[in-house]
């Protein structure tokens, strides 16, 4: 009854590689062996996910957090209902 409806794409060098369809999940994760063998630097790195809030107040509890360590919104993540897409 606690996990959230959300989807997750991970990208190195800008290269999908592993997609979590959007669908309800207690942990949405992303291990795909073998993926980051040989990385040297962690800026190859990104994350695009959306996650949908059961209702307005976790929206802004999530939104404020993600404020309160320095993700802009517009800009690291926005906001769309209930929905939040993150990218990192």
């Not at 790195?45 to 959306?50: I, V, Y």
Request: glycine residues 10%; proline residues 1%.
């Amino acid at each position: 009854e606690d996990a959230l409806y959300m989807e997750l794409t991970g990208y190195r060098d800008n290269k999908e590689i592993y997609h979590r369809d959007y669908g309800k999940y207690w942990w949405c994760t992303g291990f795909v062996p073998g993926t980051l063998d040989n990385l040297t630097d962690r800026s190859e790195l990104s994350l695009k996910c959306r996650i949908t809030m059961k209702d307005y107040d976790m929206l802004l509890g999530f939104t404020n957090a993600l404020k309160d360590n320095g993700m802009v919104l517009g800009q690291d993540f926005t906001v769309k209902g209930l929905d939040v897409y993150v990218t990192w």
